[in-house]
């Protein structure tokens, strides 16, 4: 298998509209290459944006637990973790996300929205 040929086919379905084929192009890639954060992380957008919201999680906590400065890995799994109805777990990482890059505008707003979701 030509794993870049396939990432490279991922992304384009991902890009397309298909989060569902991206995220079934990526598993074997991911499979063979683990500790291929592109590859992690387009995978972890590919569930979220196809609503495997659990799966998202998964990946998105292993990006976060090897790289904790990655901001937007902290946004993406506290937006996934908003979507799972758990506000006081996606304060946290909304907020260290928000800190890491001020200046991002939805980073803001996800913090906004949960802040005022949760009350705090």
Avoid at 29 to 53: D, H, K, M
Avoid at 58 to 76: F, K, M, T
């Amino acid at each position: 298998m030509d794993l870049l040929a396939e990432y490279r086919r991922a992304t384009r379905c991902f890009e397309a509209g298909d989060p569902s084929e991206a995220a079934r192009l990526l598993e074997p890639i991911l499979a063979a290459e683990p500790g291929n954060t592109a590859v992690r992380q387009l995978l972890a957008r590919s569930y979220f944006s196809s609503a495997q919201l659990s799966r998202a999680e998964e990946q998105l906590r292993e990006l976060v637990d090897r790289d904790p400065s990655d901001h937007y890995a902290h946004h993406v799994l506290g937006r996934t973790l908003e979507r799972l109805n758990r506000p006081v777990d996606a304060l946290r990482h909304l907020r260290i996300a928000a800190a890491m890059h001020h200046g991002n505008a939805d980073y803001q707003a996800a913090l906004r929205r949960v802040q005022a979701r949760v009350g705090r």
